[in-house]
């Protein structure tokens, strides 16, 4: 196998040397030592599986992330979100202007929606349950809203927790 080339399907284990097993190793992150035996069944067990160099799948990783980050924020109508953080003006803490939603609707959504994307199973959120109780009980430092599109009918909410230290 040559330093410029890259690809699985020219590399032929049985034909090649030890430096070659070295350098297709550390370019798809397997384990380097070993003996011979055991280095050529590694070798042919990652062409077998069609195990890919770490420069593919870190390429991989990015156009997934980018992809992830882009279509986070598209709501099922197809409107693009804007991110929280981008957000600079148009906040109120008036709590008046947020919509009003029972405890049986916030529960039912957060743990009996069965709107999971990769099943039909509940989501389960039983954690994020949590928050009503942090507001009540004053952790919450501040409640700020942001009507994003009233056509959309979309709302950001903000909640900050001032930061405290845990004491013994």
Known sequence: MKASDNTVKDFDVNKANCAELR???RQHGLLVSGSKKEVIERANGSVEIGKQPLKVLRLQDENFATERARNRLLTPLGYKLPEVKSIASGWSSDVNLIPYFSDIDLYNYLVLNNQRTFDDKPIGAKRQLKAKVFFSDGHVHSVIFHEINIAMSKHVL????????RTK
């Open 158 to 165: 903000y909640l900050p927790f001032p930061h405290r230290r």
């Open 23 to 25: 350098q297709y190793f």
